[in-house]
């Protein structure tokens, strides 16, 4: 099952953004070369980073970024433990620590989606800092489904556009598992739109 929230951005926001780490570049260049869709190649990538090392214009301060976008883009993990060096980074970033006070007033952090093999991004705040900066428009209930002997992914809307109350709770019409699985029963029997695995 999956929420996706659409926002509306009321005031720009300032975001750390972190380096698509070249440790992980060559594993997603041959996880996608099948898809349909177009992949991110090896070069762009080099070259945004390259970017980047020259806005940063500090070799050390780029190796730093360097060492925690890799643990921002881990998939080899075996616990919640392996992302305490993320989190700290985060914390850092976000002001989270007393010992390092910062006056930066950073909203979030921009970070490449490992799952999408860096072709899109994630953007992650603490909703203090985004209070008044972005606007809930609606959320959207999706039933993913994955057909393992087909590779294929499928994506089945089961309630769209769900709005907040005042409260800010997020007002479904499906209320319950039965109500999902009885608007899908149907569909998951073949796949509808897909997206092929290779």
Do not use: C
């Not at 959207?140 to 709005?163: C, G, H, M, S, T």
């Amino acid at each position: 099952m999956l929420v996706v929230g659409t926002w509306a951005i009321e005031e720009p926001l300032l975001l750390a953004q972190m380096l698509s780490p070249e440790k992980y570049l060559d594993r997603f260049v041959n996880d996608l070369k099948d898809l349909k869709e177009q992949a991110l190649t090896l070069d762009f990538l080099r070259q945004e980073n390259e970017k980047m090392r020259k806005q940063i214009n500090n070799e050390e301060l780029y190796k730093i970024l360097e060492f925690f976008s890799e643990e921002f883009a881990k998939t080899d993990t075996i616990d919640h433990n392996e992302y305490k060096l993320a989190n700290y980074y985060k914390d850092r970033v976000l002001n989270k620590t007393q010992q390092f006070p910062d006056n930066s007033n950073i909203d979030g952090i921009w970070y490449p989606s490992v799952s999408s093999g860096y072709k899109n991004i994630n953007i992650v705040f603490p909703p203090e800092n985004i209070r008044g900066k972005l606007r809930f428009l609606w959320a959207d209930l999706i039933w993913v489904v994955y057909f393992k002997d087909q590779r294929i992914i499928q994506f089945i809307p089961i309630e769209n556009r769900a709005k907040i109350d005042e409260a800010g709770v997020i007002q479904w019409n499906t209320k319950t598992i039965t109500d999902i699985l009885s608007k899908s029963k149907n569909m998951v029997e073949k796949p509808l739109a897909y997206l092929s695995l290779g």
